[in-house]
C-alpha cells in the first residue's frame, strides 16, 4: 500500500534562515506522482508543486526548491531566506497510476514556524 | 476566477445528525475529490466523482456519499453522525482527464463539529 513519512512534526526557525522538509515515501507503482501543498492557518491546500516518477530533475521557484531521489523514496523541499509568510504547515502527497481515480495519499504534514 | 468554493465554512451536529456539505469546483473543472481532515493530520481521500460517476472510493463506511450535478458541484453527505467525524472536510476539482498526474486545486473547506 501507499505510505508517505513526514518524519519532522514542527520546524521552528527565525527569519531568513533556511529551512528543509523531508518527504519518504512508498509506493509499489512505478509510475506516480508527488506533490507538496501548503496549508496556512486559513485551513485551504495551496497547491506548490507537482514531479513526475520519471523526472528526477531538481527544481527551483524562487525561495522554494525540491530534491527528488527516488534511490532514496525521498522528495524534500527546502525554503531558502525563510520569511514569517511561510509559517504554515505544508504537506506531501503521492499519487499512483494504478489507483482508482486520482487519490492523493498524504503525509502527517510538517508545521514551520518562522520567527522574526 | 473563482476558485473552489465550500459552503458552510462551520457547522455543528449533535451526535446521530445528518449533514450536507456542498462544493463547486472551478470553473471548466470536471472531477471533484473529497477529503477528511482530521486535527493535526493529513487529509484523507474519501471520494472522488467525475461526471456524475464515482471514479475512487476511500476507506470510509457507508454513512458516507456523495454525489455530482450537472454542473459539475457536489454534495457530501454523512449520515449517523459520530463525534469521530469532527473534522475539516475538503473538495478538490481538478480539470478530469484520467491522468493520474492530475493537479488538484482545494477548496477553503468546512469545519464540521459534531457535540
Not at chain 1, 507503482?29 to 513526475?52: A, C, H, M
Amino acid at each position: 500500500a501507499q505510505k508517505v513519512t513526514q518524519a519532522q512534526t514542527e520546524i521552528s526557525v527565525v527569519e531568513k534562515e533556511d529551512v528543509t522538509l523531508d518527504c519518504v515515501y512508498e509506493t509499489r507503482d512505478t509510475t506516480y506522482y508527488l506533490f507538496w501543498y501548503k496549508q496556512p492557518p486559513s485551513g485551504e491546500l495551496v497547491f506548490l508543486i507537482r514531479r513526475n516518477s520519471f523526472d528526477e530533475q531538481n527544481e527551483i521557484s524562487g525561495r522554494y526548491s525540491w530534491n527528488f531521489q527516488k534511490s532514496t523514496s525521498s522528495f524534500n523541499f527546502t525554503i531558502t531566506a525563510s520569511q514569517v509568510v511561510d509559517s504554515a504547515v505544508y504537506f506531501c502527497a503521492l499519487s499512483e497510476d494504478g489507483a482508482a481515480g486520482n487519490k492523493l495519499t498524504f503525509g502527517g504534514g510538517t508545521r514551520v514556524l518562522v520567527k522574526p | 476566477d473563482a476558485g473552489v468554493t465550500q459552503s458552510p465554512t462551520h457547522l455543528i451536529k449533535t451526535r446521530g445528525q445528518h449533514v450536507t456539505l456542498r462544493c463547486s469546483p472551478i470553473s471548466g473543472h470536471k472531477s471533484v475529490s473529497w477529503y477528511q481532515q482530521v486535527l493535526g493530520q493529513g487529509p484523507q481521500f474519501i471520494f472522488q466523482y467525475y461526471e456524475k460517476e464515482e471514479r475512487g472510493r476511500g476507506n470510509f463506511p457507508d454513512r458516507f456519499s456523495a454525489r455530482q450535478f450537472p454542473n459539475y458541484s457536489s454534495e457530501l453527505n454523512v449520515n449517523a453522525l459520530l463525534l469521530g467525524d469532527s473534522a475539516l472536510y475538503l473538495c478538490a476539482s481538478s480539470v478530469g482527464t484520467s491522468d493520474k498526474s492530475e493537479t488538484q486545486y482545494f477548496g477553503p473547506g468546512t469545519r464540521l463539529l459534531v457535540l
